[in-house]
Each structure stands twice: as structure tokens, then as C-alpha cells.
């Protein structure tokens, strides 16, 4: 048999890691809906990053997306944790991240 003509699956779900520079994110669900909280900051201008980073509240209807969602941006977190100028503006934003964790428990 041959198999050439398999279709291939389109991904659930794509993002880069150019826009943002994820520092933390934190789920939680109240009547049937989830919320994935990330922290990021925002490009500035060209690939400055800006300098106070964001909130931002994603909600879904569905568990399985929202499970999609969260697993693609902590991945996301694991590949611009290996860059070396991230790994710094991380630590610099420690009190933000810290804080975004008490909110978001």
C-alpha cells in the first residue's frame, strides 16, 4: 500500500518567539471556562524588548485547548530560557514575575 497520499494534520496552534518574551505563565478554570495568564514582555521597537512587562488573560471553553495553549507557551518559555540575553532580562524581572505568581496561585 502506499502512502503517499496521507494528509498531513495541520498544528492546533502556532506561535513565535519574537513578539513576546514569556516570563511566566499560571492557569485557572472557573465555570467551565479557562483562563491562561501570561506574563511577557512586548517588543518595543525592532528587538528591543519593552522594559515593563504585560498581563495578558487568555480564556477558553475548552479543556483541551486551554491545555493546548498553556503547554505551547511554556514551551515557548524553555526555548528563550536558552538564550543568554533572555536568562538576564528573566532575572532583572524577578519582582514582577514574583509578584505575577502570588496573583495568579
Aim: charged share 30%; net charge positive; glycine share 2%.
Amino acid at each position: 500500500m502506499n502512502n503517499d497520499n496521507k494528509q498531513i494534520s495541520q498544528p492546533k496552534l502556532t506561535l513565535n518567539d519574537e513578539d513576546k518574551l514569556y516570563l511566566a505563565v499560571a492557569v485557572k478554570s472557573a465555570n467551565k471556562l479557562t483562563f491562561i495568564y501570561t506574563l511577557a514582555c512586548l517588543k518595543a521597537n525592532g528587538r528591543q524588548w519593552n522594559a515593563i512587562p504585560t498581563t495578558e488573560i487568555s480564556t477558553f471553553d475548552n479543556v483541551k485547548d486551554a491545555d493546548i495553549y498553556f503547554k505551547t507557551v511554556s514551551e515557548i518559555m524553555a526555548y528563550q530560557d536558552n538564550q543568554i540575553g533572555n536568562k538576564k532580562i528573566k532575572e532583572y524581572m524577578k519582582e514582577y514575575i514574583k509578584t505575577f505568581k502570588k496573583k495568579t496561585r
